[in-house]
């Protein structure tokens, strides 16, 4: 049963990236996000499941679907599910690298509300998931991942995302003598990238949305890495609105049990443009190829999946890039 949720929910982000790719390239991140969003939308209804958005495209009034709040399924087993139809609008409207199609579910109650603000992280593999902390200072994680990993400061690779807030952080990283991946858009993946081998990523520090750290960290509960955060409020509202799981003190350190409070989670991603993990939706005449990460907390697995999606009865070979 459990795998056959795992291929439903895979379903679901291919349906969301094989719309979405369709836009790659064309300089329009508003068209490309609500095709996500009504393509995983519409792939939700196909689930036997009685679904809970609890991280999505925002409040009620400020979403048509895929809302905080909003039931999706067929009816069946309670889940929490979290999503970002589309991480990296911008990266798939001008044909850029790691778009991504996400979604995280655990059971009914598991995965924190975390509210739409702002929150510092520090995200490592499985091989220094021990040695990092959210308010240790950057040199220090670097140092001490640099030692879990055995490797010198300088052949580590710490990702972040180009942000003037950054500016400082990207100052300490490079006075300490770590190189640096700065990316655009999609901290999902660059949290996530720490824990895949073949990524070239190793650390990943800095401040991002709140709601994409509940996505990576489900990963990291996954794959065994360790992901931590603190949330930054931009003002008295944010805090007011935040709704708090019993197990969580927002004004304190977000540990991954916080944040995601199962050993049941799963993480999904389909690539919509290729990238260091997937690589991105190829079309051709009578169908097309999605690339996905299928991640099992429960059974300790993850799957890279390639999925060929036909349309009509037209023949054809199928090639291996």
Request: glycine fraction near 10%; proline fraction near 2%.
């Amino acid at each position: 049963m459990r795998s056959t949720r795992i291929v439903e929910m895979l379903e679901v982000t291919e349906a969301a990236a094989l719309a979405a790719g369709r836009w790659m390239g064309k300089g329009d991140k508003h068209a490309a996000d609500n095709a996500a969003v009504e393509g995983m939308r519409a792939a939700f209804n196909e689930v036997e499941i009685d679904g809970t958005i609890v991280i999505g495209e925002g409040e009620r009034d400020e979403a048509p679907m895929l809302f905080i709040g909003e039931k999706v399924g067929r009816g069946g087993e309670g889940i929490d599910i979290a999503v970002d139809p589309l991480e990296g609008t911008n990266l798939t409207a001008y044909g850029q690298s790691n778009s991504l199609a996400v979604l995280a579910f655990g059971p009914a109650g598991t995965l924190l509300h975390a509210p739409d603000t702002y929150m510092k992280k520090v995200a490592v593999g499985p091989a220094a998931a021990h040695v990092v902390h959210i308010d240790a200072t950057p040199t220090e994680n670097i140092r001490n991942v640099a030692k879990a990993l055995k490797r010198d400061v300088e052949d580590l690779v710490v990702c972040i995302l180009e942000r003037d807030r950054h500016v400082d952080l990207i100052r300490e990283v490079r006075e300490v003598g770590a190189r640096i991946r700065l990316i655009s858009d999609g901290d999902v993946f660059g949290a996530v990238a720490t824990a895949i081998e073949g990524t070239g990523i190793h650390l990943y520090l800095g401040t991002g949305a709140a709601p994409e750290g509940v996505l990576a960290c489900a990963a990291m509960k996954c794959l065994g890495g360790c992901f931590m955060g603190r949330f930054e409020w931009r003002n008295a509202e944010e805090k007011a609105r935040a709704v708090v799981m019993e197990t969580c003190n927002i004004d304190d350190v977000l540990t991954m049990d916080c944040l995601v409070n199962t050993d049941e989670a799963a993480f999904i991603a389909t690539g919509v443009t290729d990238g260091e993990m997937l690589r991105g939706v190829k079309y051709f005449g009578n169908g097309a190829r999605t690339n996905s990460v299928a991640m099992d907390a429960k059974s300790k697995t993850v799957r890279f999946i390639e999925t060929i999606y036909r349309t009509g009865d037209e023949k054809f070979w199928i090639r291996m890039d």
